[in-house]
């Protein structure tokens, strides 16, 4: 079956320290590649997304890049704020598939 | 505010009494979903409907789960008989027709937390 692994927070860096947070998956055929974010206090929101190999996904200064030979999808941040602090979840979906497979989530906290 | 609404935000409760949650989704998307996300798990898909139509339902609606969109607007979830293991936050997210726009984007609701006592 689909399943998408992350990697275990919590996570806590400095302001402008380097991000990233690990996400592979397990899926049939060519899935589509989401991070969502949740903002303390609000609804999950789509931060990035790529839909084939090779696709760059980009926002907000966040990027990742679909990788198929090693079925990952990291999320990077050159330099973080304090308000990129929030929990990041990676997800994927199968083509023709309106189900969203999450992972379990990464805790982010940006220190000043 | 035109984003995905869920009402109640909070609801406790004793257990095997019955609970409906609402979610009203933006109005021009005619998709609409139902997540449930437990402390420490990411969400996990319950339902979906497109326009009145309940298209896919996981196995984690069990019996006691309901789900309902009449008219293709909002859409009521219903647990009867609620058990401690139903305590949990419930996400309603909606979207545009995937092939139409292609966005494959989901606009989620701050969700319906239960606690069941």
């Known amino acids: 079956g689909n399943s998408v692994t992350q990697m275990e927070g919590p996570v806590t860096l400095s302001e402008e320290a380097f991000l990233t947070i690990n996400c592979t998956y397990t899926a049939t055929g060519y899935p589509s590649l989401f991070w969502y974010v949740q903002y303390p206090g609000e609804g999950l929101q789509l931060l990035l997304k790529?839909?084939?190999?090779?696709d760059k996904g980009s926002n907000k200064g966040f990027e990742a890049t679909y990788r198929k030979e090693t079925t990952s999808f990291h999320l990077e941040k050159g330099s973080v704020q304090v308000s990129d602090s929030a929990v990041y979840f990676c997800a994927l979906r199968r083509f023709g598939n309106e189900k969203l497979t999450f992972g379990t989530g990464t805790r982010l906290t940006i220190i000043p | 505010d035109t984003g995905v609404s869920q009402n109640p935000r909070h609801k406790i409760t004793k257990r095997g009494q019955n609970v409906t949650f609402r979610c009203d989704p933006i109005?021009?998307?005619?998709?609409l979903y139902w997540y449930r996300q437990t402390l420490g798990q990411g969400p996990e898909f319950l339902t979906y409907f497109q326009n009145e139509a309940q298209l896919e339902k996981s196995r984690l609606l069990s019996d006691r789960f309901s789900a309902e969109r009449p008219k293709g607007s909002f859409s009521t979830l219903e647990i009867q008989r609620t058990e401690q293991g139903d305590s949990a936050m419930y996400l309603c997210?909606?979207?545009?027709?995937?092939?139409?726009?292609?966005?494959?984007?989901?606009?989620f609701g701050e969700g319906s937390r239960l606690t069941v006592l």
């Open positions: 997210a909606s979207s545009l027709n995937l092939y139409r726009a292609n966005t494959g984007e989901l606009f």
């Open positions: 790529a839909t084939k190999a090779d």
């Open positions: 109005s021009e998307h005619n998709r």
